[in-house]
């Protein structure tokens, strides 16, 4: 017998005493000995060396012992283990440790947002877990970067497969290429928390019922400084532009998140929230300096332009706008100049629509510019020299953590 029987089975006998009642193993004392039962087996009036010699060669005592003394003891951890093994599906799928221990051997495979969680069976009970891209399930693990220590994840998550700082940590931007190995139950809540800060925690609170959630209008009271005007947003015409800064920034192709939040606890957004298997539980930082920007360039009087476009012209600046803003200029070759974003056709448009000083069209933004010093535009171009510098103030602290505020 091993280090490790032994160990489980000492477990077993102290917690018999108190009984024992976990995923199909029953245990009890009873007067005229030890009760040890499973759906497979069941055995009666044993003195300690019998449960013992019985417990050591047990699946579901090595499950239970798993699960009280080696996992994580944290109950949304706990819960997390168990539902990426399929632990937490009722009494008969949780009861059944023998299929259950057959699949583990192969390995029980779970997507969480864009990564690939791998449970595996180790000795005696023991889990082993693997962590990769989900856009890596095929690539052979030599072909990877591999890491075994859970911290890694911190640098990975940091940046895109361009380089770029990732300020959203829950965007669906991970690179490829890495593979997180043979992590016990502990690393591996780790390294999941490292790539997607507290989605753990409120996946948990979600499925218990205890999600806090903070919706839009009493988010942004509670916003002070430069990010208070986001409060003023509300000038009597609903709440439609928190519906455009949800499509915009809570869409899944930008987060993985599913968005709970709405307007506020009596009025939903028109905007769908999304599938994310975690949910959003508040605006995020993200969503709050955007909707500061949004904010400001919003309280802008309208003003009419008039341009001259042919259909087709009209129709490039659409799929132009559409490539931009859904992430798709990097898929668009060179040689596709049939598509309306092709950078020789936009590059073409430009040259034709633009003149010396990059006016659409020849038309100024402002129609004063050329001719105007009075008062109101000098006041005009305060405003919008000090919120250039203002907004410029904070570009060097693009690497500030987003998730902070998400406990």
Known sequence: MTTEHVAHADALARAAADGIDFDGLRVSSEADGYT????????????????????????????????????????????????????????????????????LADGVTTEWGQLLVTATLGETGRRRYYLRHVDDVDVEAAALANHDDPLAARDLAKRDERGRYRPLKTAPSLRTGWRLADLDPAALVEAVEAFYPATIANWHRERAGDLDVNHWRETMERQTGMYGVVETWDRGEGYEHVNWVAEACCDDSQCLKRREWQYDSTTDLDVDGGDGVFPCREPCSVVIAAAR????????????????????????????????????????????????????RTRFLR?????????????????????????????????????SEEDAGGADDDETEVEADDD
Do not use: C
Not at 43 to 60: C, F, I, Q
Not at 303 to 312: A, H, I, Q, W
């Open 293 to 344: 920007t949004w904010t400001k360039l919003e309280a802008e009087e309208p003003r009419t332009y008039e341009f001259e476009l042919t259909p087709s012209e009209k129709e490039q600046l659409e799929a132009v706008i559409d490539a931009v803003a859904d992430g798709r200029i990097d898929d668009i070759r060179e040689a596709d100049v049939y598509e309306g974003a092709n950078r020789y």
């Open 36 to 103: 040890f039962e499973t759906p497979v087996e069941e055995h009666t009036g044993l003195d300690e060396t019998g449960l013992r010699d019985v417990a050591a060669d047990s699946a579901y005592a090595t499950n239970w012992y798993f699960w009280h003394a080696v996992a994580p003891q944290k109950t949304d951890r706990w819960a997390f283990l168990r539902w990426l093994e399929g632990a937490d599906g009722g009494d008969e799928a949780a009861s059944d440790v023998t299929e259950r221990y057959e699949s």
């Open 351 to 387: 040259a034709k629509l633009f003149d010396d000083e990059g006016n659409l069209a020849g038309v100024p933004t402002d129609p004063d510019e050329h001719g105007d010093t009075g008062d109101d535009a000098d006041h005009d171009d305060a405003d919008h020299d000090d919120t």
